[in-house]
């Protein structure tokens, strides 16, 4: 599902990522998958409450969990982060035209100080 898709999908991506701990299970992820204890361990929190994380991730669509004999290995969806990218993609542009912009009237008041409008008479 890509933003164009589900316009919620960037709201539930970007609330998911605003809590510290589930960022940390995200980023546990990248190295590939793991148990619900394994994800718990670096937490002081109790594994109902590191389930409670997962469900707001696997809604977010940022994780999936699959059935394997007794255990459910978590695995990372990257594909919210991609679209969260896609649009954050959009602002980057805005910000470095902007900042291209202010190196060239920096570059012009250099080379011409009498512009700057606090030249001394």
Not at 8 to 19: I, V
Not at 21 to 28: D, E, F, K, N, V
Not at 53 to 73: D, M, N, S
């Amino acid at each position: 599902m890509t933003v164009t898709d589900d316009p919620d999908t960037l709201s539930r991506t970007f609330s998911a990522l605003a809590d510290p701990t589930r960022r940390s299970i995200l980023a546990r992820l990248t190295q590939g998958e793991a148990t619900v204890n394994e994800l718990a361990a670096p937490h002081s929190l109790s594994l109902p409450a590191i389930s409670k994380h997962l469900k707001v991730l696997q809604t977010a669509g940022l994780v999936t969990k699959r059935r394997e004999a007794q255990t459910r290995p978590c695995a990372l969806n990257p594909a919210p982060l991609q679209d969260a990218e896609a649009w954050l993609q959009q602002y980057r542009r805005f910000f470095e035209e902007s900042f291209d912009r202010l190196e060239e009237h920096l570059r012009h008041l250099q080379a011409d100080p009498s512009d700057a409008g606090d030249a001394k008479p």
